[in-house]
């Protein structure tokens, strides 16, 4: 499961909108469960009553959603992270005590989930992979990635509201 404030969820839509016909790309940043965290660290995520579900490995809450820039040599159809600016981010990520949880792209016009080019290029193993679909309504999905034996994974997507820390 990944799940989102509401601030970050909405910077991930409003950049798609903002960006469209290309795909737009960037990085999501707040705590991966899997890694070590104890409880006195997981009442910055959640609330003390849910600090179990934070603890659980597959857990995934984004803070701040970071956009990049989509250097792709056909941005209408795929999405690129310049390593250089991908370095920046993820260093920005950790200076403010923060994780990259995982990355986002658009698909403007295109399925509401991994293409082959998002399966051939996944590399963060236990990484989500978030998709903002502007084909009607934007949608959301997310996909964990488990490696190239395992591929993509669907995970559920949750919104939490940015004052109580609570699910909507």
Known sequence: MIEFTRRAHDVVVDHARRGAPAEVCGVLAGRRADEAVDRDRADDVVDRNRADDAIDRDRGVVLEAR??????????????????????????IEDDGLEVVGFYHSHPAGPAEPSGTDVARATWVDHSYVICALDGHPFVGS???????????????????DRTGTRS
């Open 143 to 161: 996909w964990r990635w488990r490696g190239d034996d395992e591929g993509f994974e669907p995970e559920t997507v949750a919104l939490r509201d």
């Open 67 to 92: 956009p990049t820039d989509n250097v792709a040599d056909r941005p209408e159809t795929r999405y690129r992270i310049d390593p250089e600016e991908l370095f920046a981010v993820v260093e920005s």
